[in-house]
């Protein structure tokens, strides 16, 4: 396993533009997968995007087209570039790492970041 550290949240207007960063402890090389849930108040965590060990990205509807997920090897860590916020786009945002091993997938998550939008 590895270990993740989310930041870059806080309070964010509507339409903002903030980026949230995934620090991984170790390396994350092409074996792993990576991506950001996210879990509103009183709802289940949801999926907001994935990308593979060979940066495929893969987008929840309700975020396609506004928000964005990179990785950079070399600093591992993980971006979610969010624009165009809304409302509903309020919660706390996870990082997540899978690895395949023998065909289990292995799980590794942060602790979190609070998203706050303001209307």
């Known amino acids: 396993q590895v270990h993740l550290v989310e930041s870059g949240g806080g309070l964010v207007q509507a339409g903002g533009s903030p980026r949230l960063s995934c620090l991984v402890s170790?390396?994350?090389?092409?074996?792993?997968?990576m991506g950001w849930y996210r879990q509103a108040p009183g709802k289940q965590r949801e999926l907001v995007g994935t990308?593979?060990?060979?940066?495929?990205?893969n987008y929840a509807d309700s975020v396609q087209g506004r928000f964005t997920i990179s990785r950079d090897g070399a600093k591992n860590t993980v971006y979610l570039q969010m624009n165009s916020l809304k409302p509903e786009d309020t919660a706390v945002y996870y990082c997540n790492a899978v690895r395949v091993i023998f065909g289990i997938r292995h799980h590794s998550w942060g602790q979190g970041t609070q998203v706050t939008v303001s209307s």
């Open positions: 990308i593979t060990g060979t940066s495929n990205t």
């Open positions: 170790g390396s994350i090389d092409s074996s792993y997968d």
